[in-house]
């Protein structure tokens, strides 16, 4: 059974950082790209960064670019996204997935997504 879990959120002032995790299980995580989207309240759910099965290539939408890094931990089965200078537009419900080649614009396995809330 493919199941993809998220962990990390929480309450963090403009400024800060959080990492979050994806811990994944029911697959070999390097046979897989995985994909971070987002969901702001009354948007609609945007791709912000994805890593590549085996390479390891790592792409991101420019609004996070130099602020977001994404990395993978084969051997313990999870998918990392640290967020650096955290803005309160970045305040949001992020989701980790499997996708599609990249730039993983498409998804087929989610988790059940993890808060970020950005204020002072």
């Known amino acids: 059974q493919v199941q993809l879990v998220e962990s990390g959120g929480g309450l963090v002032q403009p400024g800060g950082s959080l990492r979050l995790s994806c811990a994944v299980s029911?697959?070999?995580?390097?046979?897989?790209?995985i994909g971070w989207f987002r969901q702001a309240p009354g948007k609609e759910r945007e791709g912000v960064s994805c890593?590549?099965?085996?390479?390891?290539?790592?792409y991101y939408t420019n609004s996070v670019k130099d602020r977001f890094t994404i990395s993978r931990n084969n051997a313990k089965n999870t998918v990392y996204l640290q967020i650096d200078s955290l803005k309160p537009e970045d305040t949001a419900v992020y989701y980790c997935?499997?996708?599609?080649?990249?730039?993983?614009?498409?998804?087929?396995?989610w988790g059940q997504g993890t808060q970020v809330t950005v204020s002072s």
């Open positions: 890593i590549s099965r085996r390479d390891g290539t790592t």
């Open positions: 997935a499997t996708t599609d080649d990249p730039p993983c614009l498409e998804a087929d396995y």
């Open positions: 029911g697959f070999t995580l390097d046979n897989y790209h």
